[in-house]
Nanobody, 128 residues
Framework: EVQLVESGGGLVQAGGSLRLSCAASGFRFQNYAIAWFRQAPRKEREGISCFGSHDGATYVVDSVKGRFTIFVDDNNKTVHLQMNDLKSEDTALYYC?????????????????????WGRGTQVTVSS
């Protein structure tokens, strides 16, 4: 069973930075994907980044590109989301999600339904 534990959320002023981490374990397959999603109050869950173990590829979606970066520890099991120049609209509950057996979607459209394992989330609050 895949287990995911997020850490690193908190309260930060606009323009500040935070680094989220997701420690993953329990994969059965060599090929898996670890993604970050976020959900703001009264909004749909939004996928924002993905790491695919098959080729080590990472990406972030256009809405956060230039401010958010995803990188992975050498063990390929801990994924970090570096968030810079945070804005009030980045306030959300951030989730780590994983799909064991498949990589990141080639379309780069991250859908909640494609990820079967989820962490409990870590809150990020950006004050203006």
């Amino acid at each position: 069973e895949v287990q995911l534990v997020e850490s690193g959320g908190g309260l930060v002023q606009a323009g500040g930075s935070l680094r989220l981490s997701c420690a993953a374990s329990g994969f059965r397959f060599q090929n898996y994907a670890i993604a970050w999603f976020r959900q703001a109050p009264r909004k749909e869950r939004e996928g924002i980044s993905c790491f695919g173990s098959h080729d080590g590829a990472t990406y972030v979606v256009d809405s956060v590109k230039g401010r958010f970066t995803i990188f992975v520890d050498d063990n390929n099991k801990t994924v970090h989301l570096q968030m810079n120049d945070l804005k009030s609209e980045d306030t959300a509950l951030y989730y780590c999600a994983a799909d064991d057996g498949l990589g990141c979607p080639l379309s780069r459209v991250l859908r909640s339904a494609d990820f079967l394992s989820w962490g409990r989330g870590t809150q990020v609050t950006v004050s203006s």
